[in-house]
């Protein structure tokens, strides 16, 4: 992880099928929130969002499958421990975003704490195993030679993110925790303005070498072709504008696969 801002602005990367990668146009220069200096350039021209998407389907989604609710919830533990131990560093580079180390800590702290909870109500609420009952068993013929039991399973989709400015740390970690519970692997699209600080949280997750391959990938820049390779599996969660999420969810692809959308929306929710 980079101890400081550069003061030159670099390419930021993506973590594409296990690799990291620049994307190969010039990009969008970001800012610091406070000076103005330049802290980074944010492209993804060049990367295949078709290759994301069946990677994570093909490697990340069995991978995960395979463990318990149990054992999933301890790889978030790990996470969200590792991550804690490297906090200091990230607040570094919070500055840069506007951040007071107030705001810092409900992002930073607040995305680790969050996997945390999660984490911990996983293996408190969840049965061990790689799937959940859903009620009691049902009686479907008259004298119980015949019953029916719903269980939930996992998704053998991907989970596509597309986050908002204000939160690069919590929104892709509450996001995930979510997904990594349920067994489903992640792409993650940071809004550009932050990216660097959700590259830094990326960055620092895939080095520990704690999550499956193909559980946690990321694009840092612009993906306009993405929602074009989902398929019915998977599904896309939006936080940001109702404008924006308004045409994302009336996307094509999304209405042909009946891709499930999730719009948080001009931070304007009801909770019945």
Known sequence: MRDAIPTEPR?????????????????????DAATGDPVARVDATGIDMGEMLRHGREVGGPALREMTTHQRAMIMKRIGLALMERKEELYAISTATGATRSDGWIDIEGGIG????????????LPNATFAL?????????????????????????????????????????????????????????????????????KEIIASGILPEGALQLISGTAKDILDNTQSQDV??????????????????????????????????ACI
């Open 114 to 125: 969050t996997m945390l909870s999660y984490a911990s109500k996983g293996r408190r609420e």
């Open 11 to 31: 390419h930021l990367e993506s973590y594409v099928a296990g690799r990291w990668q620049a994307g190969t146009g010039e990009g969008q220069v970001v800012a």
């Open 236 to 269: 896309v969660s939006f936080t940001g504008s109702a404008k924006t999420g308004r045409m994302l969810k009336n996307h094509p692809q999304l209405i042909e696969e009946s891709v499930p959308f999730t719009m948080e929306a001009d931070s304007l929710n």
């Open 134 to 202: 859903d009620g009691n068993p049902e009686p479907m013929s008259r004298h119980g030679s015949f019953i029916g039991q719903h269980i939930h399973t996992s998704l053998e989709g991907v989970a596509v993110h597309i986050n908002a400015f204000n939160f690069p740390v919590w929104g892709m970690l509450e996001k995930c925790a979510c997904n990594w519970m349920a067994g489903v692997p992640a792409v993650v699209l940071p809004a550009p303005q932050t990216a660097y600080l959700t590259e830094a949280v990326v």
